[in-house]
């Protein structure tokens, strides 16, 4: 069964502290992605991968970073938590670049952060 | 300016009955393609159906259907035959190319529906 894992399903950190949410899929994708959830503003797209040490800005890249060493491996990094980033952290995987298939992205169950 | 427009903060529906739910977006991208994902009060996001945008016929996939309206960017999702498990939030989403060959996924805010017994 296909499967993205996100290590944390609730954190609670503290403001300036630096946080990382680790997503890991087992399906062999190409793509992985990065989205912030807030109640009435859907999903946010925050930093997306499309190779190994490949990353490119999405919507809302600003106080974020992201690392990705292995094709498996997808980590959001809060350099400095700040009460804002207090959110639920959705990641997601796609097949590859191209085709209508390729792109359907299977969900993580998702990080909720809380920054105090 | 939104890329993915969804009107319709909340909807009701009564079991068994039929719904629609709006979605209108914005690109200048040739090719691209419409998602609709279903997220129940678990948190989980559901892959429902896809449109693309040069699919001559309308999508459907059991009780779901996509209304697309190319000249008028429009991709509503018509669920029919309501049931009481199809209370969740839905989110239109479009993907679209983001420099070269690679391809991002936008989503609008997401519509609440009710179904009532």
């Known amino acids: 069964d296909v499967k993205v894992t996100q290590s944390s399903r609730y954190l609670v950190k503290r403001t300036g502290e630096k946080v990382f949410l680790e997503c890991v899929q087992d399906?062999?994708?190409?793509?992985m992605f990065w989205y912030r959830q807030d109640p009435g503003l859907g999903l946010r797209l925050i930093y997306f991968?499309?190779?190994?040490?490949?990353?490119e800005k999405g919507d809302i890249p600003e106080g974020y970073s992201v690392s990705r060493e292995k094709k498996e491996r997808f980590s959001l990094i809060l350099e400095s938590a700040s009460t804002n980033q207090t959110s639920m952290y959705l990641c997601?995987?796609?097949?590859?670049?191209?085709?209508?298939?390729?792109?359907?992205?299977?969900f993580g169950a998702g990080s909720r952060l809380t920054v105090l | 300016a939104q890329k993915i427009t969804q009107t319709q903060p909340g909807m009701f529906v009564q079991e068994k009955e039929a719904v629609t739910l709006d979605c209108t977006y914005d690109?200048?991208?040739?090719?691209?393609?419409l998602f609709w994902y279903k997220q129940p009060s678990s948190g989980e996001m559901i892959f429902l159906i896809y449109?693309?945008?040069?699919?001559?016929q309308n999508a459907t996939e059991g009780r779901y259907s996509l209304n697309f309206q190319k000249a008028r960017k429009s991709a509503n999702l018509v669920i029919s035959a309501s049931q009481l498990g199809d209370s969740a939030m839905y989110f239109c989403?479009?993907?679209?190319?983001?420099?070269?060959?690679?391809?991002?996924?936008?989503f609008g805010k997401g519509t609440l529906l009710t179904v009532n017994p």
């Open positions: 989403a479009m993907r679209e190319r983001s420099g070269g060959s690679n391809y991002k996924l936008t």
């Open positions: 690109t200048s991208d040739p090719s691209y393609g």
């Open positions: 449109q693309g945008s040069y699919d001559q």
């Open positions: 997601a995987s796609s097949l590859g670049r191209r085709g209508a298939g390729a792109n359907v992205l299977t």
């Open positions: 399906m062999d994708h190409e793509n």
């Open positions: 991968s499309y190779d190994v040490k490949m990353k």
